[in-house]
């Protein structure tokens, strides 16, 4: 029951070429920014994640990015990112942008076990009907792959379009808390896409800013039941507090 790996490096060994990742965090808030950064100095390439957004350039997965070590992404927007921007439009990754309840619910249903669902969300628009550019072709910038139409069908009078849920070989995570046995606990909107991610991992590695004993955490306050997280990664105090704002605003 003792989940607590030490070193990020040792906990994302097993993250090969062509992995697929589920990635927590939105923006940079609650983002797990030291196994990110344990995977890219491991060096995968060709790696499929399945993300709210890629992070800003030189932070999160922006730095996966950089590396040239991303060959698809599915996300809700580009963001603050100009590299995702760059190579999106120039043909070197392939992006499906779907809207950002639908990424949620296709990261939940992928954790139940529930292969499909229908949903309200992109119907009448390229979402349903298709041809939405997934890769662009380099140099001329034509659609080299679209996505492809998707199932309706009609429920009270009201149309819906089938969405299939999304699972992927690891999931990467950041907690606030947690215990040996991976129960996980966090904190305010860092409770973003964490948890679900954590659910749709077939492997789950989580680090935690603080790491406490069985029995410590109230049971009514975790967010996420150890059954979902195989692997534990303690940080330390610098690595807890590195917490970046991703556009600072203030008051005059």
């Not at 797990?32 to 499929?48: F, M, Q, S, Y």
């Not at 950041?174 to 860092?190: E, K, M, P, Q, S």
């Not at 979902?228 to 556009?247: C, G, H, N, S």
Request: proline residues 6%.
């Amino acid at each position: 029951m003792n989940k607590v790996i030490h070193s990020a490096a040792e906990a994302v060994a097993d993250i090969g070429d062509g992995a697929s990742l589920a990635v927590g965090g939105f923006g940079l808030c609650g983002v797990p920014e030291t196994l990110i950064r344990a995977v890219h100095d491991r060096g995968a390439t060709g790696l499929r994640l399945a993300s709210n957004n890629c992070g800003v350039d030189g932070r999160g997965l922006g730095i996966l990015l950089a590396a040239g070590r991303v060959a698809r992404v599915t996300a809700s927007y580009v963001g603050e990112n100009k590299e995702f921007a760059r190579q999106y439009l120039a043909g070197e990754l392939e992006v499906e942008l779907i809207p950002q309840g639908t990424l949620a619910e296709r990261l939940r249903a992928g954790g139940a076990g529930i292969p499909a669902f229908y949903t309200p969300a992109g119907v009448g628009t390229p979402i349903a009907e298709g041809g939405l550019p997934w890769r662009h072709a380099p140099g001329s910038g034509a659609v080299a792959v679209a996505s492809p139409p998707r199932e309706t069908r009609v429920f009270d009078g009201r149309e819906y379009v089938l969405e299939h849920a999304l699972t992927t070989d690891f999931a990467l995570v950041r907690a606030a808390r947690g215990d040996r046995h991976g129960n996980l606990v966090f904190h305010r909107t860092a409770a973003n896409f964490n948890p679900l991610a954590a659910t749709a991992g077939r492997v789950t590695i989580a680090e935690v800013e603080e790491l406490v004993e069985p029995g410590r955490l109230d049971p009514d306050h975790v967010h996420l039941p150890g059954v979902f997280v195989q692997r534990v990664v303690p940080l330390t105090a610098a690595q807890a507090a590195d917490k970046p704002i991703e556009r600072r605003t203030v008051s005059v």
